[in-house]
Nanobody, 117 residues
Framework: QVHLVESGGGLVQAGGSLRLACTASGTIFLIKTMGWYRQAPGKQRDLVATISHTGYTDYEDSVKGRFTISRDNAKNTVYLQMNSLEPEDTAVYYC???????????WGQGTQVTVSS
């Protein structure tokens, strides 16, 4: 099984920064993709950023240039550095891991990010 634990959410003023972290434990494969999704009230869960085992990154358009995803393979940890935060970034942020022959999805419990104007 896989267990994901997120940390780093909170309340910040517009223009501020936060850093999210997610550590995976359990049976973790070398070939995997980790990432962050977010869900605002009344909306669907959307991709924010992902990083593959090769280091390839992908970002949602609205966060490009403001957010940076990175990883520490030795710690099975993925980070999301969020700068120039906007009220529209307010959401619950979920860590995601995809791995295995069936490319199974695993999710963290979510961490709240609130950006005040």
């Amino acid at each position: 099984q896989v267990h994901l634990v997120e940390s780093g959410g909170g309340l910040v003023q517009a223009g501020g920064s936060l850093r999210l972290a997610c550590t995976a434990s359990g049976t973790i494969f070398l070939i995997k993709t980790m990432g962050w999704y977010r869900q605002a009230p009344g909306k669907q869960r959307d991709l924010v950023a992902t990083i593959s085992h090769t280091g390839y990154t992908d970002y949602e358009d609205s966060v490009k240039g403001r957010f940076t995803i990175s990883r520490d393979n030795a710690k099975n940890t993925v980070y999301l550095q969020m700068n120039s935060l906007e009220p529209e970034d307010t959401a619950v942020y979920y860590c995601n891991l995809k791995q295995g022959a069936a490319w199974m999805n695993y999710w963290g419990q979510g961490t709240q990010v609130t950006v005040s104007s």
